[in-house]
């Protein structure tokens, strides 16, 4: 079975640019951007889905957070705004099995989501 290939990125495995590298958290453009500014946030543990978080992870969670919040200000969206998704599970539309924020900005986004 191939191995989870947000660890691989996580692990420097696979060479892309990070946005956020601290012990606990990477950040990296995703490979198939839906807006100008689309970064995916991983933490670098494999956890498979925001459905597997545990109680312990709440430090992480708040880096999780952080790094979107920061990332938008870095990329200089967080003012006109920006949208954070966590696809869960498979009617969550949730690809890879590893749990990432996406931070999305540039563009006017629609609601309800499709
Ligand atoms: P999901 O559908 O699981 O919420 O989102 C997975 C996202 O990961 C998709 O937006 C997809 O484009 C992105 N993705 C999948 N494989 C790779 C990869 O190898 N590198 C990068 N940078 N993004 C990836
Ligand atoms: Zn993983």
């Not at 938008?72 to 498979?90: L, S, W």
Request: aromatic letters at 6%; proline letters at 7%; one cysteine or more.
């Amino acid at each position: 079975m191939q191995e989870c290939v947000f660890c691989r990125i996580a692990r420097g495995e696979i060479p892309v640019q990070l946005l956020w590298d601290t012990p606990a958290v990477a950040a990296f453009r995703d490979a198939n951007p839906q807006a100008p500014i689309h970064i995916l946030i991983v933490p670098k543990k494999h956890i498979p889905s925001l459905d597997a978080l545990q109680e312990e992870d709440g430090a992480l969670v708040d880096e999780l957070f952080k790094a979107a919040r920061e990332l938008a200000r870095r990329e200089g969206c967080a003012e006109r705004g920006y949208r954070v998704v966590i696809n869960t599970g498979a009617d969550g539309g949730q690809t890879v099995p590893h749990l990432h924020l996406h931070l999305m900005a540039g563009r006017e986004f629609g609601w309800p989501a499709g």
